[in-house]
């Protein structure tokens, strides 16, 4: 576990899971982005891309893929590059504002993904995993990512063109120059917003609730429409636990990507109703070699520890084990979730703290090479999105320092999660597990006798 003393986690951000596992971030990624802030909004997806572009760039070798999307990022940083021009010559009209942040925040959430799918397929490769499985499924989900970057791409210059937002003429030399690309750019049309949806249901919703043309909506705004659609009866809390899911990133809305995703092969009121439920999406029957690859033979007492200095836990680890627990170590956000998309049928049989629980540090030290690493501020948070977003209900404890106990504030928003700075609560913690016990709840909370 690290110890650095992060800034403060501020909602609706686009510090995320992704980047952490790449180069240090422009400090505008820890600072609030407005929704009516264009400007804002654009300097912190450029630094986005900036990671991503200088990430690509250190890798030995790539995919033909991992070219293309480090085309397509790099087109669109070329476009937000002179939102960052500070006091700059940059003529900003005040027409279209919403719209335009709500197209650079669609290109946001894309960037968003890619990075951790980038980060398996890397995972994947330095642990040989590759040499031995059929990559095809990770190589195709970043197919689909530069197929959805390339879109965003389309709908962000349709978006300029339309609301003429800048008159500056290097702005505007810039987006003609990449229209005129020998990269053909996907057509936008009036029913953009609907691309990705593939059932009728959510197709008629979007069309009817939100808007064919519109491809982002704020998450209150959504789900006040999403209850209308429904008919009511849906939470607070299943309207939160809803959002974890679509809203992965916080980027503090939903889009028809996101939508679509969640959804998979799900109409949408089954969607709504499996939350109302509180029932986790049952995994298709997986092919071999159809996931990233990373499934075990599990059994349960099971731990799942996620920290990016496993060898300081040693000691820990061999404790469970020695009371006969299953112990996997993770050591990022990005493998961690791919590790479990690929053994959630064994996780969800078994989802109660009498058989599967989590360990996760609260900041993760990530490294990009030997030479470079920085400072996931919002490590543990992320991975509590993520696994309460897909209605895991397995306890987690939040293992950190005194310096970052501060920041772990956020622990409370969670069902059956807790923070601590001492051993002995690690060690009940694994204790409850290897008893099989599921009423060993004390440690929950932000709770000075955790500290």
């Not at 809390?237 to 990133?249: A, G, I, Q, V």
């Not at 690859?293 to 300081?312: A, C, H, K, R, S």
């Not at 320092?401 to 609560?425: C, F, I, Q």
Request: with cysteine; glycine share 6%; net charge negative.
């Amino acid at each position: 576990m690290s110890g650095a003393v992060p800034n403060p986690s501020r909602p609706h951000s686009f510090l995320r899971p992704c980047l952490a596992d790449l180069p240090p971030p422009h400090r505008a990624l820890y600072e609030i982005v407005s929704a009516m802030d264009p400007v804002s909004t654009a300097i912190t997806v450029f630094s986005i891309c900036k990671a991503i572009h200088d990430w690509i760039d250190q890798l030995s070798q790539r995919e033909i893929v991992i070219q293309e999307i480090s085309t397509t990022v790099t087109q669109i940083r070329d476009i937000l590059e002179p939102f960052t021009t500070v006091g700059g010559d940059l003529n900003l009209g005040g027409i279209g504002e919403l719209q335009l942040s709500q197209s650079i925040r669609g290109v946001g959430d894309a960037l968003e993904k890619t990075p951790e799918h980038l980060m398996v397929w890397k995972y994947k490769k330095s642990q040989r995993i590759l040499s031995f499985l059929n990559p095809g499924a990770l190589i195709k989900q970043l197919e689909d990512d530069e197929r959805k970057l390339c879109r965003q791409l389309s709908i962000l210059l349709t978006s300029l063109a339309v609301v003429g937002y800048f008159q500056d003429r290097t702005l505007r030399g810039m987006v003609a120059g990449i229209q005129n690309s020998s990269k053909p750019l996907p057509e936008v049309d009036d029913t953009n917003s609907v691309y990705t949806l593939k059932d009728k249901e959510s197709v008629d919703f979007w069309k009817d609730y939100v808007g064919a043309k519109i491809d982002f909506i704020s998450e209150d705004l959504f789900l006040t429409r999403l209850n209308t659609w429904h008919g009511g009866g849906i939470s607070t809390k299943t309207s939160r636990l809803m959002l974890m899911r679509l809203d992965e990133f916080n980027i503090g809305g939903v889009t028809p990507d996101n939508l679509s995703v969640a959804l998979g092969e799900e109409g949408l009121k089954e969607f709504v109703d499996r939350y109302i439920q509180g029932k986790p999406k049952r995994p298709s029957a997986v092919k071999k070699n159809d996931g990233y690859g990373l499934q075990m033979i599990l059994t349960v007492p099971l731990l799942v520890w996620i920290d990016d200095e496993p060898e300081n836990h040693e000691y820990n680890v061999a404790f469970a084990r020695e009371l006969g627990i299953q112990v996997v170590q993770l050591t990022s956000t990005a493998v961690a979730k791919a590790w479990i998309e690929d053994n959630a049928a064994f996780l969800q049989q078994n989802d109660d703290g009498s058989s599967v629980r989590f360990i996760t540090d609260n900041t993760r030290m990530e490294y990009t090479s030997e030479k470079q690493a920085f400072m996931n501020y919002s490590a543990g948070r992320t991975f509590l999105q993520y696994l309460r977003g897909h209605l895991y209900k397995a306890p987690v404890l939040v293992a950190t320092t005194p310096r970052s106990l501060k920041t772990a504030r956020y622990v409370e928003l969670y069902d059956s999660v807790g923070v601590t700075t001492n051993l002995d609560v690690l060690l009940y913690f694994i204790r409850g597990l290897a008893d099989r016990r599921s009423d060993d709840v004390w440690w929950i909370g932000y709770k000075e006798e955790n500290f």
